[in-house]
């Protein structure tokens, strides 16, 4: 075989086993996410783990998510960033992997976050972490808290200033702001290495949030909007020329969610920030300002199509 044959023959076989984005990259930007009646009051995000799409969607070991998605908003063609997870909760809070490929425990990002846009804007913010010690931990974990989950304490803007890194605090006090009726505008809620399907079966994980998200949906009030998404899946599938970490389950529930709404575009993390960002009227971080980012506008209430 000569040397021009085999160079194709390599390139060709690199080419079929590189993840191939499912249809035309999107090249005009989003229109901005709105969610009829005017800005929610709250927009939370639930971050699950490991799971790809088939085996949470459709599955019997997963009832109560599954009756979420009938009732409410599922994007069936959505996307994480890559792999492993850390980089992928960057993606969600920075609109980057900012160059990390690992779950390392003592790097840190010193570029802006969705913290500093909610600060800037004076949105008010909490992050609820299962079994994190206490406000301001940037341990490597502690029981079934896990650092690598909890994207806020890489951030050196926010595990640097006191008054920031507070509001990153242990999941129990959920329900305390819940009955209080002092639920901030963005909720970010990490579950432990078990609830989050990491280290349990989806079963398990299943029964945490069927006992988790229907309080928190009822606190979010009119027009509040919650996504459950997944950090990665188990495939390198991807779309959207930035994406290729696994086909994963995207739903999005709450009054402000589109009821019965089916999204088959293809979206990715970025996709999910860009609309949180929309939804708070906060400027889109990188990935998620890409005109090749589409919206997860069609599964909000009071959509449009153009």
């Known amino acids: 075989m000569g040397i021009v044959a085999l160079a194709a023959l390599v ?3 690199c080419a079929s086993a590189a993840p191939r984005p499912p249809g035309p990259v999107q090249r005009i930007p989003s229109s901005p996410a709105r969610v009829g009646g005017g800005r929610p009051a709250h927009v939370a995000v639930v971050l699950m783990e490991n799971e790809e799409y088939s085996d949470i969607i459709g599955s019997s070991q997963t009832p109560y998510i599954n009756g979420l ?10 996307y994480a960033i890559t ?7 960057l993606a969600l809070t920075g609109g980057s992997t900012f160059g990390i490929t690992s779950d390392c425990t003592d790097c840190t990002v010193g570029s802006t976050s969705i913290v500093d846009q909610l600060s800037v804007a004076r949105v008010s913010w909490r992050a609820y972490m299962e079994d994190l ?20 304490v890489y951030y050196s803007r926010v595990a640097n200033d006191p008054a920031r890194c507070s509001r990153v605090v242990p999941l129990t006090q959920l ?13 970010w809620i990490t579950p432990n290495l078990c609830h989050d399907m990491h280290d349990c079966d989806p079963a398990t994980g299943d029964r945490f949030l ?10 979010l009030g009119p027009r509040g909007v919650l996504f459950l998404t997944w950090d990665e899946g188990t495939s390198d599938r991807g779309c959207c020329r930035l994406a290729a970490g696994g086909h994963v389950a995207t739903i999005v529930a709450g009054a402000g969610a589109r009821p019965g709404a089916r999204a088959t575009i293809a979206v990715d993390h970025y996709s999910l920030l860009q609309t949180v960002e929309d939804l708070l009227g906060l400027p889109r971080l990188r990935g ?7 919206s997860l ?8 199509p153009r």
């Open 175 to 187: 329900s305390v702001d819940e009955r209080a009726h002092r639920l901030p505008s963005f909720i």
């Open 210 to 219: 069927a006992r988790l998200l229907p309080p928190l949906l009822r606190s």
């Open 83 to 89: 792999h492993p997870s850390l980089p992928n909760y």
């Open 297 to 304: 506008a069609p599964l909000l209430a009071g959509f449009r």
């Open 288 to 294: 998620a300002g890409c005109a090749c980012t589409p």
């Open 133 to 152: 010690p206490g406000p301001c931990f940037t341990g490597a974990g502690s029981g079934e808290y896990a650092k690598r989950h909890d994207p806020f």
């Open 11 to 13: 390139l060709g076989a």
């Open 69 to 78: 998605a009938r009732r409410y908003a599922l994007a069936s063609g959505a």
